[in-house]
């Protein structure tokens, strides 16, 4: 049915959002619940993995005590991220990205593993739902402390649209967008700024690294043959 469509898979934190800030200090707050103390912005990029139970281990919480307090940790975070990301906006070059995707007849979706309902009104707040045929996080926040499921819910959307893979690329700031392009055979696309950094990213990368959207576009240019945007054609951007 979408076989001859191209699809944009993106992360929402940290790569169309550009939320590290209040991700970090909700860390924090969370670390401090277990008697650890900040860590720096740097060492939640070297550190930081998913599924949270496994970033938590790392850091010196048993599994049995993690999940004893998951409930009240995920509240815990939940409610220090939502305060401070009203200070946090949308990544540089996100709107002209995604108005260009749109002009192309590129389909766009959002693959998260931010609780649905926080996810739909961060999207709301910035009026980009427009931008996006589905948007998909956890339902259930349970799946963000124990397992990842992206794989699952990307494979089934895939499979039930019909999109070709060689047509579909994904784009996020973790090791679980690389690690998905592999597994599944699709373009894969880091960018610089999130959750690892660049030394991490250079150890998960698939195909690219950026550090910035507007180097999206170059890229689909030379892979898909899509037209650049006007306003890049006379400043092209170097993409390793």
Same mark, same amino acid.
């Given at each position: 049915?979408?076989?001859?469509?191209? @699809?944009?898979?993106?992360?929402?934190?940290?790569?169309?959002?550009?939320?590290?800030?209040? =991700?970090?200090?909700?860390?924090?707050?969370?670390?401090?619940?277990?008697?650890?103390?900040?860590?720096?912005?740097?060492?939640?990029?070297?550190?930081? =993995?998913?599924?949270?139970?496994?970033?938590?281990?790392?850091?010196?919480?048993?599994?049995?005590?993690?999940?004893?307090?998951?409930?009240?940790?995920?509240?815990?975070?939940?409610?220090?991220?939502?305060?401070?990301?009203?200070?946090?906006?949308?990544?540089?070059?996100?709107?002209?990205?995604?108005?260009?995707?749109?002009?192309?007849?590129?389909?766009?979706?959002? @693959?998260?593993?931010?609780?649905?309902?926080?996810?739909?009104?961060?999207?709301?707040?910035?009026?980009?739902?427009?931008?996006?045929?589905?948007?998909?996080?956890?339902?259930?926040?349970?799946?963000?402390?124990?397992?990842?499921?992206?794989?699952?819910?990307?494979?089934?959307?895939?499979?039930?649209?019909?999109?070709?893979?060689?047509?579909?690329?994904?784009?996020?700031?973790?090791?679980?967008?690389?690690?998905?392009?592999?597994?599944?055979?699709?373009?894969?696309?880091?960018?610089?700024?999130?959750?690892?950094?660049?030394?991490?990213?250079?150890?998960?990368?698939?195909?690219?690294?950026?550090?910035?959207?507007?180097?999206?576009?170059?890229?689909?240019?030379?892979?898909?043959?899509?037209?650049?945007?006007?306003?890049?054609?006379?400043?092209?951007?170097?993409?390793?």
């Amino acid at each position: 049915m979408n076989a001859h469509k191209k @699809l944009a898979v993106f992360n929402w934190n940290g790569t169309l959002f550009d939320d590290m800030e209040a =991700t970090h200090i909700a860390t924090n707050a969370c670390l401090n619940f277990f008697n650890i103390p900040d860590i720096t912005l740097e060492q939640e990029q070297e550190l930081f =993995t998913f599924p949270l139970i496994h970033f938590y281990e790392k850091m010196g919480v048993s599994v049995d005590h993690y999940l004893k307090h998951a409930e009240e940790v995920g509240e815990l975070f939940h409610n220090v991220y939502n305060t401070h990301k009203e200070n946090c906006h949308l990544a540089d070059g996100a709107i002209t990205l995604l108005d260009w995707l749109k002009n192309q007849g590129v389909v766009c979706k959002i @693959l998260s593993n931010h609780v649905q309902t926080t996810l739909e009104n961060d999207i709301d707040r910035f009026d980009i739902a427009h931008y996006f045929d589905t948007i998909s996080g956890n339902i259930n926040p349970a799946t963000i402390i124990t397992g990842m499921n992206k794989f699952e819910r990307l494979d089934m959307f895939l499979n039930e649209n019909g999109f070709n893979r060689d047509n579909t690329f994904i784009i996020g700031d973790s090791h679980e967008e690389p690690e998905l392009a592999r597994k599944m055979d699709i373009l894969g696309i880091s960018i610089s700024g999130g959750l690892l950094s660049p030394a991490r990213l250079e150890k998960y990368k698939k195909d690219y690294i950026i550090d910035s959207l507007t180097e999206v576009a170059p890229i689909l240019e030379k892979e898909w043959g899509l037209a650049m945007p006007q306003n890049q054609l006379a400043q092209r951007e170097t993409v390793r």
